[in-house]
């Protein structure tokens, strides 16, 4: 049994940052690439970051320059720093990992239950 449990979210006024973590836990036998998600009202979810286990991240455009993802192999920890948001980035993140859960297994994709971010005046 794997799990994903993100914490971080809440709400920050527009410029402000928030710093969101994932902590993955269970039967993990190695973790291939972690991501973060967001979902916006009536929005398709939407890749925000990636990041592989050799530490080479992705970023959605409109985050570049804005949002850090950084990962801790050793606790099956990604985190997402998020600065100068804008009232666009509101939307549940959601963490994603691609992992195995043994030597011959496939790999699964796995998802945390999600963390509201809301950016308001």
């Known amino acids: 049994q794997v799990q994903l449990v993100e914490s971080g979210g809440g709400l920050v006024q527009p410029g402000g940052s928030l710093r969101l973590s994932c902590a993955a836990s269970g039967s993990i036998f190695n973790i291939n690439y972690m991501a973060w998600y967001r979902q916006a009202p009536e929005k398709e979810r939407e890749l925000v970051a990636s990041?592989?286990?050799?530490?080479?991240?992705n970023y959605a455009d409109s985050v570049k320059g804005r949002f850090t993802i950084s990962r801790d192999n050793a606790k099956n920890t990604v985190y997402l720093q998020m600065n100068s948001l804008k009232p666009e980035d509101a939307a549940v993140y959601y963490c994603?990992?691609?992992?195995?859960?043994?030597?011959?297994?496939?790999?699964?994709?796995?998802w945390g239950q999600g963390t509201q971010v809301t950016v308001s005046s």
């Open positions: 994603n990992a691609h992992l195995t859960t043994g030597r011959f297994a496939y790999y699964t994709h796995y």
């Open positions: 990041i592989n286990r050799d530490d080479n991240a």
